[in-house]
C-alpha cells in the first residue's frame, strides 16, 4: 500500500480502514485477513507484554537512569495533572519502554526501536482509561500499521535516512490514527490525523548523544504522545491537512533527504554536539575496555 488515497479509495466503497489495511496486505502478500489479524493479535500481545515488564523494571541506561519512575509516582499523586490523564499516563509508558529499550528489554519496534514507546503508550494508556474491546486495540493497532506502511513505502522510517520525523514522527502518526479510530473516526479522518502530526515534526534532526538511544530519543517518545493526542481531537473535530495526506508524506521524504549527514543518526550534530554531550561521550567511552583488554 503505497498512499492514503488507494486506503480510502477502498474506504469509499465498504471498507473500515483497517479491512482496507488488510485488504491491500493480502493482496500484496498472499496472506489471508484471518492470518493477517492473527499477526497484528500477536504483535499486540508482545507490545503488552513489553509494556508490563517496562514499568515493572528497574533501568540501567547509560544516561538515563529513573525518569520513568519518577514521572510514575508524579502523575499517580498530582490530583490535576496539566496535560491530562491520557497523555499523562501514555508519557509514562511511552518513556518506560523507551527505558526498557535502552537496557536492553525486549520491545516492540513500532516502527523502529527507537521510537518503540510512542504506540504502546497511546494505547494502553487508552486502553486503561476506557477499556475498549480488544478486537478494537488488534483494530486500531492494523490502522496504525497502514499508516507506517504507507510513510515507509513513500518516504522512510528510519532516522538515518530521515531523521527523527521519520521514526518518532511516524509513530506518533501512527498512533494518532490509532486514537481516531478507537474514538469512532471517520477514514477520511484517520489518515488526516496522520497527517497533521507529521506536518507539526516535519525537520525533526536525529541527533542521538553518544550514539546512544537514549537521549533526547526517550523524552522525545515521551512527548510527542502529547501532539498525537492533540492531532487526532482535531481530526475528530473534523480539522482537515490542507495538503493532502499523501503530500505531506512526500514533503516529508524530501526534507529527510535535504537534511545533512550531521542530522541523520550520525552524532555529529544537534545536541550531540553540544559541550555536555561531549562531556557524557567522553565519560561513557573511558568507562569501555580496549577490545585488546577484554
Do not use: W
Request: proline content about 3%.
Amino acid at each position: 500500500m503505497r498512499s492514503f488515497e488507494e486506503i480510502l479509495q477502498l474506504c469509499e466503497v465498504d471498507l473500515e480502514f483497517y479491512e482496507a489495511v488488510i485488504e491491500l496486505e493480502s493482496r500484496e502478500s498472499g496472506k489471508d485477513f484471518d492470518s493477517i489479524y492473527a499477526s497484528m493479535s500477536f504483535i499486540l500481545d508482545a507490545m503488552e507484554q513489553s509494556v508490563n515488564s517496562a514499568i515493572k523494571s528497574d533501568f540501567k541506561g547509560r544516561l538515563m537512569k529513573d525518569e520513568a519512575q519518577r514521572f510514575g509516582e508524579y502523575i499517580s499523586q498530582a490530583n490535576d495533572l496539566l496535560s491530562g490523564k491520557l497523555i499523562a499516563k501514555s508519557s509514562h509508558i511511552a518513556l518506560s519502554v523507551s527505558q526498557y529499550n535502552s537496557s536492553m528489554g525486549r520491545i516492540v519496534a513500532a516502527p523502529t526501536a527507537g521510537s518503540c514507546g510512542i504506540l504502546p503508550g497511546l494505547l494502553f494508556a487508552y486502553n486503561n482509561l476506557y477499556a475498549p474491546t480488544r478486537d478494537a486495540l488488534v483494530m486500531a493497532l492494523i490502522v496504525a500499521g497502514g499508516v507506517g506502511e504507507v510513510i515507509q513505502k513513500r518516504a522512510t522510517l528510519a532516522g538515518a535516512e530521515g531523521g527523527c520525523q521519520a521514526e518518532c514522527g511516524a509513530a506518533a502518526a501512527m498512533g494518532s490514527a490509532a486514537l481516531t479510530f478507537l474514538k469512532g473516526g471517520s477514514s477520511e479522518a484517520l489518515a488526516h490525523a496522520a497527517a497533521l502530526t507529521l506536518k507539526s515534526v516535519m525537520g525533526l534532526v536525529c541527533d542521538p548523544v553518544a550514539g546512544l538511544v537514549e537521549v533526547p530519543c526517550i523524552k522525545r517518545n515521551g512527548t510527542l504522545v502529547a501532539l498525537a493526542s492533540i492531532c487526532a481531537d482535531m481530526a475528530l473535530a473534523g480539522v482537515r491537512s490542507v495538503i493532502p495526506p499523501d503530500e505531506v508524506v512526500d514533503a516529508m521524504r524530501q526534507v529527510g533527504r535535504a537534511l545533512p549527514e550531521s542530522l541523520r543518526e550520525t552524532s555529529k550534530g544537534g545536541l550531540a554536539i553540544t559541550p555536555k554531550a561531549r562531556t557524557l561521550e567522553k565519560d561513557i567511552l573511558s568507562q569501555i575496555s580496549p577490545l585488546s583488554e577484554i
